[in-house]
């Protein structure tokens, strides 16, 4: 199989579902001759020309109003929101407008968009360029959210959230625009609210999101020399969640560590971690243990943004001590 | 008054009856605040009614509108139906958004209406995005987008009157300027000319007596052709008062406002007024037959709301429908 980059995978669901409906376009800040400062949409303009990818002015709730009012009338906008902390700028027109309109008018209105964005620190962009807000807008019903955690979930589910009928929010992660992986030629969607079991283990469960995925995959490496079982899961989305492929390692390991980006306080691994001890609770040999960023702004300097994310090697650590008993916080 | 602008007396008076429809639904629903039989509050369009009339009678069903907290007009003007509205303020399964909307959020998609919008500002995205789609799509209809004074506070209208102007947009922003921003006036809340923040865009503005509804009519029938040939966006100041306070529970105003002045609009300056006074004068109706107008029209409000009323209530198994859209 051919191996491409998780920003070809994105430009390639774009490109192809917007062959396929004509209703689908693209608009955002420098989407067009740019590509993106990340180069993600290039040759999209050549192809569609500039009525169907619009560069806009630098005016996030704008654009974002104009892709609701298309996607109400019966276009399929995705809007590019260049970095995921702009999300904020986009609030109301997200989470009042777009995530509420199906459901105020009775089901008589609906906005069939996807905002692409991405999380992901570390990139020595400081506090306002490194967020990772994806459990923003998880908490808002009528938004649905999806994580890729590599090219070919990159793919899959952006062509499904285009083909959704209601507003999608993508996170990809800004570091791993280059990695690559290998994805089929031949089309694929990937459905939302179905984990995928990455490694299958009966010690102790990591669930990792997004790019954390790859932290747990490294974790399990590490664990492997010490010969603990490890199963992982990715739940690819957030928002329909797959609760059930969650619920069901949980109770065949009884130990889980759910490891995300996002802010620990209030965030995804909270709602997941609550999940599991509401109802696996008496499958469970050792406290469900969350991993997310520090509950800091992403600092600049390279020395210390390092200490807020996850890390293989932390993750590793406290999936040790579950397994071998011992406590991770003290009581 | 503007000169007669046809010879088409049908039109006149479907202006004149939309008007006191309006103003039939409104003073039913300030009853039923009264009355405590309303959940919530609303927001009384009375007053204000040649706006929606003017510029709705301008559009065709495919037009589409954006609307406001303040949305019953707009709601009755591009062609709503007073029994679902009604079910809709009284949170009942067969109003327009099956009890889940309520008065700000009345959507009613068939007649081109986008939906009421309880944010301020909060539907010109929406409006701007729909005209996108027109000429994406070379669809050949219109958006007006309806918003107050108030309104022009918010950031919002400024990012997307610039896209509409650099792409030629098909859509109209209509600013109902009833000279209070909620409780202040709005020469407290607004610097400059309202129509200086259009024109700073290029975009053509025009202020309109938003009390006359066949001088408004005639503006938005002109801009609307114009808007179809690709002459857009505009942008239309109408000039009005609102005759109750913000919602139909501010009752005591008299710290941001005097009774004369409401009288004083009341009296002088009511659109409906002013409407049957010129299709008197003209002969194009007579006082009874106007009088017949509006009693038959305060009739069928009146079993609208009886018939509301009566409704039932969803069952709960809606609380969670329509969170999100089925995909096939």
Redesign the interface.
């Known amino acids: 199989m051919r191996s491409i980059t998780l920003s070809q995978a994105v430009n390639e669901a774009i490109a192809e579902e917007m062959r396929l409906d004509s209703s689908v376009f693209l608009i955002g800040e420098d989407v067009a001759e740019a590509g993106t400062p990340f180069k993600i949409t290039t040759g999209l303009v050549e192809e569609f020309g500039t009525e169907r990818v619009i560069d806009t002015p630098i005016s996030e709730p704008g654009f974002m109003g104009l892709a609701v009012g298309a996607a109400m009338t019966g276009s399929r906008p995705i809007v590019d929101i260049m970095f995921g902390d702009f999300l904020f700028l986009i609030m109301d027109q997200l989470c009042n407008q777009a995530a509420k309109a199906h459901y105020m008018s009775g089901g008589k209105l609906n906005v069939p968009l996807v905002v692409r964005t991405n999380l992901g620190a570390t990139r020595r962009s400081a506090a306002q360029h490194s967020q990772s807000l994806h459990a923003l807008v998880s908490h808002i019903p009528g938004l649905k959210v999806a994580m890729p955690s590599s090219a070919y979930e990159a793919k899959g589910l952006l062509k499904t959230a285009i083909r959704d009928d209601n507003p999608v929010v993508i996170f990809e992660d800004k570091l791993m625009y280059q990695d690559k992986a290998d994805v089929p030629e031949d089309e694929y969607l990937i459905p939302f609210g179905e984990a995928a079991v990455l490694q299958e283990g009966n010690q102790v469960t990591l669930i990792g999101t997004s790019s954390m995925r790859q932290v747990c995959e490294e974790a399990a490496l590490i664990l492997s020399d010490e010969k603990i079982s490890v199963e992982i899961i990715d739940p690819r989305t957030l928002v329909p969640l797959d609760e059930k492929t969650i619920l069901n390692s949980a109770k065949k390991t009884g130990r889980v560590i759910v490891v995300d980006e996002g802010h620990q306080n209030f965030g995804v691994t909270a709602e997941i971690a609550s999940r599991i001890s509401e109802k696996a609770f008496y499958y469970l040999d050792a406290p469900v243990i969350r991993m997310g960023a520090m509950d800091v702004p992403v600092p600049f300097s390279p020395v210390l943004e390092d200490l807020t994310v996850p890390t293989a090697e932390k993750v590793a650590s406290n999936a040790r001590k579950i397994v071998a008993g011992e406590l991770v916080h003290e009581l | 008054m503007a000169k007669k602008i046809n010879t088409n007396s049908e039109s006149y008076l479907k202006m004149y009856s939309q008007m006191v429809k309006i103003r039939s639904f409104e003073d039913q629903a300030n009853q039923l605040y009264l009355d405590a039989k309303m959940p919530g509050l609303t927001h009384m369009y009375s007053g204000e009614e040649a706006v929606a009339v003017g510029i709705c009678e301008a559009l065709t069903v495919k037009d589409?509108i954006?609307s406001t907290h303040r949305g019953h007009g707009h709601c009755v003007a591009k062609g709503a139906e007073l029994k679902q509205m009604f079910c809709e303020l009284l949170g009942k399964e067969e109003?327009?958004?099956?009890?889940?909307?309520g008065s700000m959020?009345i959507?009613?998609?068939s007649n081109g209406n986008?939906?009421a919008?309880a944010?301020v500002g909060?539907?010109?995205?929406?409006?701007?995005?729909?005209?996108?789609?027109?000429k994406?799509?070379g669809d050949s209809d219109v958006?007006v987008c309806f918003f107050g004074d108030g309104a022009t506070a918010q950031?919002?209208l400024y990012?997307?009157m610039?896209?509409a102007a650099?792409w030629n947009l098909p859509v109209i922003y209509a600013c109902e300027n009833n000279g209070y921003s909620e409780y202040t006036a709005t020469d407290e809340i607004a610097a400059g000319d309202i129509l200086d923040r259009a024109r700073a865009f290029g975009i053509e503005a025009h202020k309109v007596d938003g009390q006359d509804v066949l001088a408004i009519n005639k503006l938005a029938t002109d801009l609307v052709a114009r808007a179809r040939k690709g002459e857009g966006p505009f942008f239309i100041e109408l000039i009005t008062y609102r005759y109750h306070g913000h919602h139909v529970g501010d009752i005591n105003r008299t710290y941001y406002r005097s009774k004369e002045e409401e009288e004083d609009w009341k009296k002088n300056k009511d659109p409906i007024k002013i409407l049957g006074d010129w299709l008197v004068s003209e002969k194009i109706a007579s006082d009874d037959e106007l009088q017949i107008i509006r009693d038959d029209i305060a009739a069928e409000a009146h079993v609208a709301v009886q018939y509301a009323l009566e409704a039932s209530y969803p069952n709960s198994n809606e609380v969670d429908?329509?969170?999100?859209?089925?995909?096939n």
């Open positions: 589409k954006t109003g327009y958004c099956r009890g889940k909307g959020h959507a009613d998609q986008l939906g919008n944010i909060g539907s010109m995205g929406i409006a701007t995005g729909s005209a996108l789609r027109a994406l799509n958006t950031g919002l990012e997307v610039n896209m650099l429908m329509h969170v999100y859209m089925e995909t």
